[in-house]
């Protein structure tokens, strides 16, 4: 029994590469959806734990920097 080996066309491997770039974009996509939502999520929390219900938060809590010491180790740096 002979084996063949069939050469994909230039259309096959075209659409095979379309169907592959436009998951990864719709993939993008929603990671960076995710990404606005948490880090509106996350300033929404910071907010309110700073003002607890006052119009104006106080000044030298350092709050949002002991955070950062809290979550860097397990989420690096930036947050």
Do not use: C
């Amino acid at each position: 029994m002979k084996t063949v080996i069939r050469t994909p066309s230039g259309s096959f491997v075209q659409d095979i590469k379309a169907i592959i770039g436009q998951a990864r974009t719709q993939a993008l996509r929603r990671v960076d959806f995710y990404r606005v939502e948490m880090y509106w999520k996350v300033g929404e929390r910071i907010f309110n734990e700073e003002q607890q219900g006052k119009d104006r938060a106080d000044y030298g809590s350092y709050l949002i920097r002991e955070l950062a010491k809290e979550i860097e180790a397990e989420y690096g740096s930036g947050f």
